[in-house]
């Protein structure tokens, strides 16, 4: 097991709520991405968060937003829920080096389900 | 912009019986390679990397991939196949030119069945 974690496990929402996930880093780790995974594909990047500032964003809208708190932990906020953005989100951890050559390491994932 | 190929969505083999998974990849700059297994209702669990030096990798379970810079591509491999191995498997890539950032692309995975 990793030392990511997420919370919750598992979440139903409705369409048009706000949704906020949460996830702690792996001790020592600075940055902090999420991905979304939907049902049958590979894990899309949504951004990541080093030193509390947005560091590279993917291809998704606005109303996906998020926040680094000092401690390296993170939140990842969906405004406006759609039925499409029912998917696992993941969250990953690693330390950010010049090189960029660390791996990141994942949490268990949060299952998000928009009816 | 990046890109990765797993051209097999599903894998059978024999427990026992040495196992292949393939992957391609297309970056701009030198790529960062790595693996990823997903068991269900699971997160990712890291492999193993390819950054730089022996085209032949060595990760964690046995598991080892071979980067090949012409062919682009960074094929998993295991000599004998457990039936536990029985998992999703991910490969994805990072740019170098990315620097220190940790944007990962990923393919659409490969279901690997190991069956006794």
């Known amino acids: 097991e990793t030392g990511v974690t997420q919370s919750p496990t598992h979440l139903i929402k409705t369409r048009g709520q706000q949704v906020t996930l949460r996830c702690s880093s792996q001790s020592g780790h600075n940055t902090v991405s999420w991905y979304q995974q939907a049902l049958g594909q590979g894990p899309q990047f949504i951004f990541q968060y080093y030193r509390e500032e947005e560091n590279g964003r993917g291809n998704f809208p606005p109303r996906f937003s998020g926040l680094q708190f000092p401690n390296y932990s993170s939140e990842l906020n969906v405004n406006a829920l759609e039925l499409d953005d029912s998917a696992l989100y993941l969250c990953?951890?690693?330390?950010?080096?010049?090189?960029?050559?660390?791996?990141?390491?994942f949490g268990q994932g949060t299952r998000l389900t928009v009816v | 912009a990046q890109s990765v190929a797993q051209p097999e969505d599903q894998v059978n083999v024999a427990e026992g019986n040495p196992l292949t998974v393939k992957c391609t990849y297309s970056v701009s700059g030198n790529p960062y390679l790595f693996w990823y297994v997903q068991y269900p209702n699971r997160g990712l669990q890291f492999l193993l990397k390819y950054i730089t030096g022996d085209n032949l990798v060595k990760g964690s379970y046995g598991f080892e991939a071979e980067f090949n810079k012409s062919q682009t591509s960074f094929h998993l491999k295991k000599p004998s196949a457990l039936v536990s191995d029985s998992a999703l498997y991910f490969c994805?890539?990072?740019?170098?030119?990315?620097?220190?950032?940790?944007?990962?692309?990923f393919g659409t995975g490969t279901q690997l069945k190991v069956e006794l």
């Open positions: 994805a890539v990072r740019d170098r030119r990315t620097g220190g950032g940790n944007k990962l692309t």
């Open positions: 990953a951890s690693s330390l950010r080096i010049q090189t960029g050559s660390t791996e990141a390491f």
